[in-house]
Each structure stands twice: as C-alpha cells, then as structure tokens.
C-alpha cells in the first residue's frame, strides 16, 4: 500500500509546485537513488565482503548517501543565511512570507534564491529516502517511526514552504542542522564494525554530540526564538503556514528527545572507557 501511496502523493505534490522548482526537486531525488544505485552495484566506499549482514550493508549504502545531501546542505544553508538582507530589502515580511502578487518586489526570481535551491536540494533528498526506507520495509527491515515521522512531517512542510514562500528565514536554521549528520554517520561506520572500543569511535561520538547539541539544539532553539521575535511579521502569512510552525516546534521537541539519548549514550560510552583504563 504504501509503496503506491507515499511515491503517488509526492509525485503529485511535486507536479503542483513551479516548474523550475519541481524540476529541482525531481533531479534532487534521482541523483540520490542514482547513487545509491551506483554505491550498491560498484560496492564503493563498503567493508569488506561478508563483514556486515546484507541489511546492514543497505544502511551503510544509505548513510554515504546521507553524507553526500548533508554536507552540501550544510554549506548551502550558510548561503541561505548571507541572502537575508536581499530578502529584506524591500520589506521585513518577505523573510516569512512572500504572496504571489509580491515576486516582482524581489531582487530575482524566487528559484534563484539559495534558500529555494536548497530547500528543493533537502525535499528532493527526504523523498528518496522515505522511499527508501519503504523498500527496506518490502525487504523485511522494520520502520523506525521517528525518522519516518520526521521525514512525512519534513516533506510536507517543504512541500508547502516551496509552494506558498513562507518561512524563508527559518530555513536556514533548519538545514544547518544537518551539520551534525556527518559525524553521527562517521560513529556508526566504527560501531557496526563492533570497534566501539577504538579511539576513532570516541572521537566521533565526541564530535557527533557536541555538534547535535550545537545545531539541533542550541541553533534550532536560536530559530525558534527568532521566529517568536518577528510573531508581528509572519501572523498575517496564509493559515497553512501556523501547521508549518507547529510541525517545526514538533520536529524541535524530536530533536531534544534523540539529543538527550545521544547524550546519554556518549556518557555511557565515556563510563566504559574509563573503566577500560583503569584496568590497564
């Protein structure tokens, strides 16, 4: 069912956007898949054969990809950042909401803003890999239920933000989140491999917490304190922009509750290490 459903909605939701929009979107999602395609059948970047299980290995596939979306969106949303004040020229408004009849007051296009690029670029990712994970449910894998809530609520929000122009300026605090994927990554590739007890494994579990905490709470706080400074700017934006506030505030309270596990984990890990040299 849901492998009929979940392509058909988004293919429809990406059909309704602008065209040099939805053509973004459409290329974000298959140059992902092509890579991942590509990682499977030339076996890059792998362990060595017969050292993970063949699930195992679907998920190191799709963590490399992860990587090559995380790391561009990374750098794309300090761009986002520095176009602020092209946004802001004309009026404050137009960093939360921009109507239709308003495009001709931007410096541009709106597909030639960094914020629309990478926000196809990010969408485009989300829909592949909800995708993904759908296939790896037909391949007898289970769901995790936050990640696919997480990626449902994303894709529906970016669909929406795409569509209508509100919430620019968030944007920008949202995709550097991604910031901290890298290393969350980088931990895993040393604790499938059972090497938890190796310096590289606490180096970046060390760099994977602090970077969480950095971006995703601390930063993505920072945004939802600046969108609570400008209420005066954004409550006059279009009703379905408040349900893409509340999403935001929702993936927010996601974030606390995966960054306190993190750290839990990491003090966890510190305890044994510890421990470790003490018997030494």
């Not at 909605?9 to 939805?22: E, K, R, V, Y």
């Not at 004309?90 to 308003?102: C, G, Q």
């Not at 550097?176 to 980088?186: A, D, K, Q, W």
């Not at 950095?214 to 609570?228: F, H, M, S, T």
Request: hydrophobic share 50%; net charge positive; proline share 4%.
């Amino acid at each position: 069912m849901e492998l009929f459903l979940a392509p058909t909605l988004m293919g429809i939701a990406t059909f309704h956007q602008d065209p040099a929009i939805a053509l973004m979107i459409t290329v974000s999602t298959a140059i992902f898949s092509f890579c991942y395609l590509a990682i499977k059948k030339y076996r890059l970047f792998h362990p060595e054969t017969c050292t993970l299980t063949d699930p195992l290995e679907a998920e190191w596939r799709s963590r490399i990809v992860s990587m090559m979306h995380a790391i561009p969106l990374s750098i794309g949303s300090l761009m986002c950042f520095n176009e602020w004040d092209a946004l802001i020229s004309k009026h404050a408004m137009n960093a939360w909401h921009i109507p239709k009849s308003n495009y001709h007051l931007l410096p541009g296009e709106p597909h030639d803003f960094w914020v629309i690029r990478c926000a196809s670029f990010f969408l485009g990712y989300l829909q592949y890999d909800l995708m993904w994970m759908i296939f790896q449910k037909k391949a007898g894998q289970k769901y995790d239920v936050g990640m696919v809530v997480h990626h449902v609520l994303f894709i529906a929000i970016t669909h929406y933000n795409l569509k209508y122009f509100v919430l620019a300026k968030t944007f920008a605090w949202l995709s550097f989140c991604e910031f901290s994927t890298p290393f969350l990554n980088m931990r895993w590739f040393y604790a499938v491999r059972s090497l938890k007890e190796t310096k590289e494994y606490f180096l970046w579990s060390t760099m994977f917490m602090i970077s969480f905490i950095a971006v995703r709470w601390i930063g993505y706080g920072l945004g939802i304190i600046d969108i609570w400074k400008h209420k005066d700017e954004w409550k006059l934006a279009p009703t379905g922009s408040k349900f893409v506030l509340a999403g935001i505030h929702f993936a927010y309270i996601l974030n606390i509750l995966w960054g306190s596990m993190v750290f839990k984990s990491f003090l966890k890990n510190l305890r044994i290490r510890k421990h470790s040299s003490k018997k030494e």
